[in-house]
């Protein structure tokens, strides 16, 4: 290696005006690759002999571990015919037999010591290489790879008023959520002086079930500079620390929020659970009456073996009304029995305030009741599997209403 040091300063010597690629030239005189010989002078920053000498100890390191795996793998040869000559009866009278030469002479002190050094010599052939290795092309970060490629900043290294606007974003389908951060917002704007609107016990019930667990909820928190204090349930804002434009900006995107579809489309699911649970708790004479008068004009449910089971799911909801129909049996004889349930299901679905979704469509899309009402369950594809969910009609919805049945009417 010293010699080929000197030469390396001879031929240094006649290129001291030489580039790079000169450089990288010589190297490939010396018999290093291009790829080693590039990526050492960058690892090396452009210093020419530490770049040499990078390259020196991954050649060492390299040919060390090239030995050591030839000697296990002589090893292990010698293992595999001592066991075949014992499975063949070598191993007792008559048969060759095979003497291991390695380590032979040799005190256990020295064994111990070259097993040492082999270890060390690995040791040091993988920390030698590590820096070309990095440098190699095939193992580089996605950023060398993609210089291009910019990636997109955390949460935490945006701007608070970037942070402010995406965390809203992130939280636009929980309405009680955005409105009651407008409101605090609001009060906070109006009252920054008053302590107790600077300040949020996570452990209430209203926190539990507003925010915590929310997608981007406690992170606007921190973004309008809310701090948790330490070993305590609160989260304080601080007088000095009390930003207008950042509560400004804050009101702004939560006021845009609550006119996104998303969030229209989630007020309406709240105010329909809303609704089923009230119709179904209606308990009066008048209600009981009504009720029975829908569920006479229902046909007799046919028996065992007969018929198909029809199933009306409420959305968000675990509870789910199901009965047999024949297929000669209408749609107004599901809108019958539903009124049986609550005489306002049959009312709210007549007047297309709420719709049933046929589940077995792809995508599930809302009955044309209007339409099909006097239609048979086997005509409109709801016979002899039926699925139905029981929902609002929701702005999307009203665009995806069947205008054609996938039953006995689909070519007629």
Not at 43 to 60: F, I, T
Not at 321 to 345: M, P, T, V, Y
Not at 389 to 395: I, N, Q, S, T, Y
Request: proline share 4%; charged share 25%; glycine share 6%.
């Amino acid at each position: 290696m010293n010699s080929m040091r000197n030469w390396f300063s001879s031929s240094q010597d006649r290129n001291s005006e030489g580039n790079e690629d000169d450089m990288i030239t010589v190297f490939q005189q010396m018999g290093f690759d291009e790829v080693s010989a590039r990526n050492a002078l960058i690892a090396a920053g452009g210093n020419n002999d530490a770049a040499l000498e990078m390259l020196l100890a991954n050649q060492s390191a390299v040919q060390q571990q090239q030995a050591q795996e030839s000697s296990t793998r002589s090893a292990a040869s010698i293992r595999a015919g001592e066991a075949a000559l014992a499975r063949h009866g070598g191993g007792s009278g008559g048969g060759l037999k095979v003497k291991r030469k390695t380590g032979v002479g040799k005190s256990k002190d020295q064994k111990l010591s070259s097993i040492s050094t082999n270890a060390t010599n690995s040791r040091a052939a993988s920390t030698a290489g590590s820096v070309l290795h990095r440098q190699n092309p095939t193992t580089r970060s996605l950023v060398d790879q993609h210089p291009n490629i910019t990636l997109p900043k955390k949460l935490c290294d945006k701007s608070l008023e970037d942070q402010v606007t995406i965390c809203v974003g992130r939280m636009i389908g929980r309405p009680r959520t955005v409105e009651t951060f407008l409101k605090t917002c609001e009060t906070l704007r109006s009252n920054p002086d008053h302590d107790a609107y600077r300040k949020l016990d996570s452990s209430s019930v209203g926190y539990r079930n507003v925010i915590a667990g929310v997608p981007g909820a406690e992170d606007l928190l921190r973004a309008l500079k809310f701090k948790r204090r330490p070993n305590s349930a609160f989260w304080v804002l601080a007088r000095s620390d009390f930003d207008p434009a950042l509560f400004w900006i804050a009101v702004s995107s939560l006021q845009k929020a609550k006119n996104r579809p998303e969030y229209v489309q989630a007020k309406q699911l709240i105010e329909f659970n809303n609704a089923v649970n009230r119709i179904l708790s209606v308990s009066t004479d008048v209600e009981a009456i009504t009720r029975a008068e829908f569920m006479s004009k229902t046909p007799t449910e046919p028996q065992d073996g007969r018929g198909a089971v029809i199933q009306v799911k409420i959305r968000e909801s675990d509870q789910t009304f199901s009965r047999r129909f024949d297929g000669d049996d209408q749609l107004k004889d599901i809108l019958n029995w539903l009124g049986g349930h609550a005489s306002e299901f049959r009312s709210k679905l007549i007047s297309q305030k709420w719709c049933l979704i046929d589940m077995n469509r792809s995508p599930p899309s809302p009955i044309n009741i209007e339409k099909d009402i006097n239609r048979t369950l086997q005509y409109i594809g709801c016979w002899p599997s039926g699925k139905f969910e029981l929902a609002p009609m929701l702005l999307s919805d009203v665009a995806n209403v069947t205008s054609e049945s996938l039953g006995l009417g689909h070519k007629s």
